[in-house]
């Protein structure tokens, strides 16, 4: 058994992207029910975190582009882009989404709890320094990396974005940094753009980017070979001091704006490897951010299977219905998990 800290807010829900926008409140809401239903809920302690202050955003974020974000919510909302919305509650939720990654941090260092997960919105991986993008305003993992070089002295930092999409804003942030080792599968060609196997750094970063730029259709099978054969045989040459987790839902097989064939389980099997992992070199100080997923019960099931598996259990809720229609997975994943690892192996030894 380990000790899990969820947190969640009622102000994340009142983030607002307008009717018909896929990142919208039931997310969280539709998993807290799936987690108060399976008796999860019971077992993990379900907080409610603290804001992050200005400075703390600062940490990745000019004042400047806060002030965009302010304002815009002052004003009573806009669009930062074609998909990216700021309500007049935005602001506040957003400096909550990523209170919770701090407030993770610190009762992680505190000892108050072994691992955490953030049931927040806004999402933040897409989020750059300087611009607001793909549903997210302030990129809560990056902020909570360098909170942590900051608060704790943390040199070794591995970041594992499973969302379906790429995680620009990280990588952006971090590329020539080698306290960060962030790590991305994602489907591609696809939204945003980046992310393909060249893309490993620069100067001093350079090998601490590792990106699977993988098929549409790819399933569970190639997401666990690049974490056995790549992912995990890299992380424990890094021997990270801390493990997070950009933990987004949308290469579930139901997702409607990603093709992947993730299953629910999938997660658990993802998020049994990074808890070893962390046991294994970090004291199993380990956190997760959620980021995109849009099929309700796909995101539900796979976050209470995810959690389940922090807190030391074996839940392994199942999906309904068929997976992917019953279409064959794309096997052209593998021969991008080979074409990463070349990619990679001037750097590392694997
Ligand atoms: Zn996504």
């Known amino acids: 058994m380990s000790r899990t800290a969820v947190f969640f807010d009622p102000l994340y829900l009142e983030h607002d992207n307008g009717f018909g926008h896929p990142e919208r409140p039931e997310r969280l809401e539709v998993t807290l029910q799936v987690l108060r239903s399976t008796g999860l809920a019971d077992r993990v302690s379900v ?77 933040g991986h897409h989020a750059t320094a300087t611009r607001g993008m793909g549903f997210c305003l302030f990129n809560n993992n990056a902020v909570a990396s360098r909170f942590a070089m900051e608060k704790y002295g943390v040199e070794r930092i591995f970041i594992l974005d499973w969302d379906a999409h790429h995680g620009n804003g990280i990588q952006d942030i971090f590329y020539e940094d080698d306290r960060v080792l962030y790590v991305s599968l994602h489907q591609y060609p696809h939204y945003p753009g980046s992310g393909s196997y060249q893309e490993t750094g620069r100067g001093r970063g350079e090998g601490y980017t590792v990106n699977f730029p993988l098929p549409a259709r790819t399933g569970e099978d190639v997401y666990l070979a690049a974490f056995d054969e790549v992912i995990i045989p890299l992380a424990r040459k890094y021997r990270p001091q801390l493990v997070l987790i950009s933990a987004g839902y949308d290469a579930h097989f139901n997702d409607p704006l990603c093709s992947m064939l993730l299953k629910a389980t999938s997660y658990a099997e993802m998020a049994s490897r990074l808890k070893s992992l962390a046991e294994e070199v970090c004291e199993g100080r380990m956190m997760a951010a959620l980021e995109g997923g849009y099929d309700l019960d796909g995101i539900a099931r796979s976050i209470a299977n995810t959690i389940s598996v922090f807190a030391g259990e074996d839940l392994r809720l199942e999906d309904e219905g068929v997976l992917g229609g019953g279409v064959p997975p794309s096997a052209r994943g593998r021969d991008i998990v080979e074409a990463t690892r070349r990619a990679i192996s001037p750097f590392w030894e694997i």
């Open 47 to 123: 907080l409610s975190p603290r804001d992050a202050t200005v400075e703390e955003i600062e940490l990745v974020h000019p004042g400047r582009y806060i002030n965009v974000v302010k304002d815009a919510a002052a004003a009573g909302g806009g669009w930062l882009d074609a998909d990216t919305h700021v309500s007049p509650r935005s602001y506040d939720a957003a400096l909550r989404s990523a209170g919770a990654a701090l407030e993770g941090l610190e009762r992680i260092f505190a000892g108050e709890t072994d691992n955490a997960f953030c049931l927040a919105r806004p999402p």
